[in-house]
T-cell receptor, first 116, second 114 residues
């Protein structure tokens, strides 16, 4: 079964500084990888996804992520964070499967705090 | 297209009562998912529908939980004889296989069992 590890429970970054959120996955085949953001009391919004091809993926709100197969990682980055980026960030994996259940497996999330 | 809608947004119920949540997916999405999210955790997969057929259920979905998707449109999730451990955010998502796993989540229903 697939699994996702987000090693950092909390991260504090100063506004305007760069950001990197770590994500490691475990899956035997080529995974589908996702990053979602969740504001307090809200549902999840998709930031970006990786299926194949270029390993550097661009998403919304200025975020990008890089898939590194050798490290089983899919880290999320942003060059300059804004106070509105404060939220919970979830990495998720889905099986490379053409059928059956294809629910997402999520990590436990990283809580991002932005310091003024 | 107004996205995925969930109703109610919040539900407080007494232990032992039954509750039902509703999810209206994006109209052209034929796949619908239910997830449960407890405090400080990521969402956990509960069940999955393709059109009206429930094709997968997680072991998390005990006998007290039942989900339906009549006519392949909206879905309901019922919890019978609620327990305090059922307190969580229940999230619904929909996708279209042709959309390459373009899951869209609703805002969730926050259940508190007292």
């Amino acid at each position: 079964a697939q699994s996702v590890t987000q090693p950092d429970i909390h991260i504090t970054v100063s506004e305007g500084a760069s950001l990197e959120l770590r994500c490691n996955y475990s899956y035997g085949a080529t995974p589908y990888l996702f990053w979602y953001v969740q504001s307090p009391g809200q549902g999840l919004q998709l930031l970006l996804k990786y299926f194949s091809g270029d390993t550097l993926v661009q998403g919304i709100k200025g975020f990008e992520a890089e898939f590194k197969r050798s490290q089983s990682s899919f880290n999320l980055r942003k060059p300059s964070v804004h106070w509105s980026d404060a939220a919970e960030y979830f990495c998720a994996v889905a099986p490379y499967s053409g059928g059956g259940a294809d629910g997402l497996t999520f990590g436990k999330g990283t809580h991002l705090i932005i310091q003024p | 297209d107004t996205g995925v809608s969930q109703d109610p947004r919040h539900k407080i119920t007494k232990r032992g009562q039954n509750v039902t949540f509703r999810c209206d997916p994006i109209s052209e999405h034929n796949r619908l998912y239910w997830y449960r999210q407890t405090l400080g955790q990521g969402p956990e997969f509960l069940t999955y529908f393709q059109n009206e057929a429930q094709l997968e259920k997680s072991r998390l979905l005990s006998d007290r939980f039942s989900a339906e998707r009549p006519k392949g449109s909206f879905s309901t999730l019922e919890i019978q004889r609620t327990e305090q451990g059922d307190s969580a955010m229940y999230l619904c998502a929909s996708s279209n296989r042709q959309g390459n796993y373009g899951y869209t989540f609703g805002s969730g229903t926050r259940l508190t069992v007292v």
